[in-house]
């Protein structure tokens, strides 16, 4: 079947307001492919910002991370309902920073995902395999749990509605990345995992993502796009990145 392509940029920690402004104006400006769906997730004091210099573009706006009571007593969380108001389509959901630097558990990842889903956010799901994980023979085992655990009590209706991005912990940032037929077939556990949702739920890839290695993903059936983080912050590499992923 023939899912729509998503290109996501992760900025991470890094940009101030006129950055992101001078970044998202920039990728709008592309040429970016019509067939893809583009999307970047600036850091939270820099949404307004970007969605002021992507107005009119196509180009969508994402957050890093979200929590998921709707208001409350949280010091320093952001909710649902305030990424809606500047504009945010996308959030980014159980990055593996967000897990091994902050704690954050599948039950967590879980919680986050069905408040997004509750407030109208598409999460872009993060799952993957540590490198000890990955040595052990463990990655689809980690990877299946993880799904599982995000989508738990979760229609399919509703489940159809997400991304899953396979970021391998070991390729991120690490500039090592799995070859292009591995991550196929881990994509193919995913879908397994989501069980009849699967087959319409687009699967990402991440993980060291760059206009010299994009190629090994774009041309495979099981991947549906990219999560892409240091490439993100260069226009031109992240407009090529989204161009690879064009039919």
């Known amino acids: 079947m023939s899912r729509p392509r998503l290109v996501a940029g992760n900025w991470k920690m890094h940009t101030t307001t006129a950055e992101a402004a001078a970044l998202a104006a920039a990728i709008a400006r592309g040429p970016l492919p019509p067939d893809v769906e583009v999307a970047v997730c600036p850091p939270f004091t820099a949404l307004g910002a970007a969605a002021r210099a992507l107005e009119g573009s196509g180009v969508r706006l994402g957050a890093q991370d979200v929590f998921w009571e709707p208001r409350g007593p949280y010091t320093g969380e952001i909710s649902p309902p305030m990424l809606v108001d500047?504009?945010?389509?996308?959030?980014?959901?159980?990055?593996?920073?967000?897990?091994?630097?902050?704690?954050?558990?599948?039950?967590?990842?879980?919680?986050?995902?069905?408040?997004?889903?509750?407030?109208?956010?598409?999460?872009?799901?993060?799952?993957?395999?540590?490198?000890?994980?990955?040595?052990?023979?463990?990655?689809?085992a980690v990877v299946r749990r993880q799904v599982e655990q995000a989508t738990a009590g979760l229609p399919a209706e509703r489940v159809r509605l997400l991304v899953i991005a396979y970021e391998p912990?070991?390729?991120?940032?690490?500039?090592?990345?799995?070859?292009?037929?591995?991550?196929?077939?881990?994509?193919?556990?995913?879908?397994?995992?989501?069980?009849?949702?699967?087959?319409?739920?687009?699967?990402?890839?991440?993980?060291?993502?760059?206009?010299?290695?994009?190629?090994?993903?774009?041309?495979?059936?099981?991947?549906?796009?990219a999560l892409v983080g240091g490439a993100s912050l260069d226009a031109s590499a992240f407009i090529a990145i989204a161009r690879a992923f064009s039919r």
């Open 86 to 140: 500047v504009g945010c389509r996308y959030v980014i959901v159980g990055h593996s920073e967000r897990r091994q630097h902050f704690g954050e558990t599948d039950e967590a990842v879980r919680r986050k995902t069905a408040a997004a889903l509750d407030h109208g956010l598409v999460p872009i799901v993060c799952v993957g395999e540590r490198l000890e994980e990955r040595e052990a023979g463990r990655t689809d």
């Open 169 to 225: 912990v070991w390729a991120i940032g690490t500039g090592r990345t799995p070859t292009g037929e591995e991550a196929d077939r881990v994509a193919g556990v995913i879908r397994d995992a989501l069980g009849r949702a699967g087959e319409d739920v687009r699967v990402l890839y991440g993980g060291s993502v760059t206009p010299a290695n994009v190629g090994e993903f774009s041309g495979r059936p099981g991947i549906d796009g």
